[in-house]
């Protein structure tokens, strides 16, 4: 089924890609980040979408060596209850943003289905747009999520090198990397119109891991067209468990690689979250960026403390004792954030930089044609 990653099978973007890739010097670097930048504005015009993440648990029964929620990690833990939940989105909402990334560690038992629709039903009374980033599903568990308000769905494949997915992956369902290269076609299948997919770049060879994330993204325009798609870059960022990059892939080859990304794929979206440095995404906001978080916390709770009585340390899967904790102690979160700058500030940046951050862009009321919009 993954016959598409085959590296002899190259279509004439991919091998476009690849060439785009190569390394090149600062005169055509420039050249291709002005390509791009124009690619950019000519199909999004000066619109990025500001999203936060809400983390709603960090319970997990996956070992993923780079990531600071992995079983084995004794970090302090929580699953937020629904009215936790709206307390944290509520915050988000004042603070301007529409559009909330629920996140979740796989926890067939904290994080259940039912407990998922309950969450995304609550929110989508107040949130227009409510997208997931959870353990993948069947379509038919993932059905009830979209007629429960959950339009997007992200799952990252991590690293499409099968040998260093099986080394990371040591442990729990996330071992099997064809069930997760096949979450993106179930999701479309149960609805989800919005589909994100991204590598974590650290863990394999920048190049080779960016050619197969196309070849998989191409894959996926063919077969599910009436999806929008976004890609994603995540760099390895400081977590639980200090979990060092394998692979180097500095600024300068992240800049080529997403003015690569725009040039190919001139109608995807290309998401930045605060894992990279202010300096740096105020660099590439302008130049093929369509989707940025801002403001974010890894931990649930982080945004107002919600949770914080229920704290609890466990590891291996075992809860053991955490001791008596500071009052304002809070959950562990996934890693560390390097743009701290307040949504606020963010949208401030973009608006200097002649963009304009767009906190809503779609309403359920569109489907059945009584949208008035709102400034909102
Ligand atoms: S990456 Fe996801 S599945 Fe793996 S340990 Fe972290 S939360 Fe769990």
């Known amino acids: 089924m993954s016959d598409f990653l085959t ?44 999203f936060a993440p809400l983390y709603l648990s960090n319970e997990c029964i996956n070992n993923c060596q780079y990531c600071g929620f992995s079983r084995d990690n004794a970090i302090l833990r929580v699953t937020l209850d629904v009215a936790e939940v709206m307390k944290e989105a509520r915050h988000l909402a004042r603070e301007g943003f529409r559009n ?6 796989e926890h ?36 009830p999520l979209v007629a429960a308000g ?18 990371m992956h040591t442990s729990g369902p996330k071992k099997d990397f064809d069930w997760r290269l096949a979450c993106p076609e179930r999701a479309y299948e149960a609805g989800f119109r919005r589909i994100g997919i991204g590598a ?16 998989h993204l191409e894959h996926l325009l063919r077969r599910c067209w009436k999806a929008q798609f976004t ?9 639980a468990g200090e979990f060092e990059p394998r692979h180097r892939f500095e600024d300068r080859e992240m800049v080529q690689l997403i003015c690569a990304l725009r040039v190919c794929f001139p109608h995807v979206g290309l998401v930045l979250s605060t894992r990279e440095p202010a300096a740096l995404r105020d660099a590439l906001a302008p130049l093929g960026i369509t989707t940025m978080s801002a403001g974010s916390h890894t931990e649930p709770g982080g945004y107002t403390g919600a949770g914080q009585e229920n704290l ?8 053991v004792s955490a001791g008596t904790l500071a009052p304002d102690t809070l959950a562990t979160g996934q890693f560390e954030i390097a743009d701290e700058r307040s949504p606020a500030q963010v949208a401030a940046l973009l608006k200097s930089c002649g ?16 949208a008035a919009f709102s400034r909102d």
């Not at 390394?23 to 000066?46: C, H, I, V, W, Y």
């Not at 609890?312 to 809860?319: I, P, W």
């Open 200 to 215: 974590l770049f650290g863990l394999a060879e920048w190049r080779t891991e960016a050619v197969a994330l196309a070849q």
């Open 231 to 239: 890609i994603s870059l995540p760099r390895l960022r400081p977590c």
């Open 355 to 370: 963009l304009e951050a767009v906190w809503k862009d779609w309403d359920a009321a569109i489907l059945d044609g009584s």
């Open 7 to 50: 590296p002899s099978r190259l279509s004439p973007t991919i091998r476009k890609f690849q060439r785009l890739l190569a390394p090149m010097d600062n005169a055509r670097l420039e050249a291709l980040a002005q390509e791009s930048a124009a690619a950019t504005r000519r199909n999004f015009g000066k619109a990025i979408r500001l």
């Open 108 to 143: 067939p038992r904290f994080v259940s289905s039912g407990y998922l629709e309950e969450c995304v039903r609550a929110l989508a009374a107040e949130i227009p747009t409510i997208a997931l980033e959870v353990a993948p599903m069947e379509v038919h568990e993932y059905a």
């Open 150 to 167: 959950a339009e997007g769905l992200v799952v990252y494949q991590e690293t499409y090198d099968r040998s260093v997915y099986a080394e």
């Open 312 to 319: 609890h340390l466990t590891t291996r899967g075992k809860a």
């Open 100 to 105: 909330i990334l629920l996140v979740a560690g």
